[in-house]
């Protein structure tokens, strides 16, 4: 059994990577509708449509240009997500997000982050690089 550290995580806007990453998640959820009827013993259900939203937080880089300054809230992007790394072989998500949201956080004594939310639209791929 394969595990991994987070050391070779990285996502990319397309093929630009985005600079100073330091999480990443994706959450991916099917809705379902109940298919009981009035014989059943047990409550039967049915899958419906996939969904995928994910979160993407970094340490502040206002010249990340086809990066972070590239995820304004409202824009669609293609993104690629790779848990374990780019190189051959390695697995990894893709799919058409919009920014649903984006924030920046400023402490007395951290280092200045920032946090973009998105929606991926039309289902998301897992494949290897």
Sequence with gaps: MATHTGLAGTVKIGANAISEIVSF????TNDT???TNLT???KVYKALRKDAT???ECHWDETDTN???ALDVGSEVTLNLYPEGSDSGDSYYTGTAIITGAS???TLDGIISRTF????????????V
């Design 25 to 28: 998640s994706v959450d991916e």
């Design 33 to 35: 509708v109940e298919a």
């Design 40 to 42: 059943s013993t047990a």
């Design 54 to 56: 994910g979160t993407i």
């Design 67 to 69: 990066g972070q300054e």
């Design 104 to 106: 920046v956080s400023v």
């Design 117 to 128: 939310n998105v929606q991926f639209t039309g289902g998301l791929t897992h494949s290897t």
